[in-house]
């Protein structure tokens, strides 16, 4: 398959994020297959693997990307349901431990999501439109950082978000995207 378009360098990532899918992918692999992947990252990755991660750093983009990449081609599935698995992995961890304020309407979770995305990246912003009683629409504007792996556990992030506060059926798609040439990543997101 054609590579998407990507644009990794200038932006950083919440350490909560990093440490998310790092927890995700040692879990999935389990300590021997994480060993072997450990071993085949580039010298720089590791080393910044092996500094530990701060949960409350930034980190660059670049690796994080290349940190879901690594992940992703040593397990069996296709990547993005990878890459998925770990945006919800990462909504769990993350907005649970914010304390799970009590929120009914998934509505206000996504708003209140868009609100806080500076809390998880250090570069543009997020707008959030209700579409219908159980729907609504998640743009990325001024957005100077984005790849597929990011792209799709966002995806995964926003799906779990929701049904942490208890939207059933939760289903979230790209309707455009950066890395297909597109002007937006804009999230169509829709609830039962
Ligand atoms: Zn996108």
């Known amino acids: 398959m054609e590579r998407e378009l990507e644009q990794l360098a200038g932006g950083s990532l919440h350490g909560r994020v990093v440490v998310a899918h790092l927890d995700w992918g ?8 994480w060993a072997r992947l450990h071993e085949g990252l580039p010298s720089a990755l590791a080393r910044w693997l092996d500094a530990g991660i701060d949960p409350h750093a930034w980190y660059p983009f670049a690796d994080c990307v290349a940190l879901d990449r690594a992940i992703a081609a040593a397990l069996p599935e296709p990547p993005r349901q990878s890459w998925r698995a770990m945006g ?5 961890m993350n907005l649970l431990m914010d304390g799970a304020p009590h929120i009914a ?11 806080l995305q500076g809390n998880w990246v250090d570069f543009g912003h997020a707008r959030y439109q209700p579409l219908g009683p159980n ?7 001024e957005w100077s950082c984005y790849a597929d792996a990011f792209c799709v556990s966002a995806e995964g992030f926003f799906e779990r978000a929701i049904g942490i506060y208890g939207a059933a059926g939760p289903r979230v798609t790209q309707s455009a995207c950066l890395c297909r040439g597109d002007e937006t990543c804009r999230f169509e997101i829709e609830w039962e």
């Open 88 to 92: 919800r992995h990462s909504a769990s």
């Open 135 to 141: 729907g609504g629409r998640i743009d990325l504007v």
């Open 105 to 115: 309407d998934p509505h206000e979770v996504l708003r209140r999501d868009t609100m």
């Open 26 to 33: 040692r879990q999935r692999l389990g300590q021997v297959a």
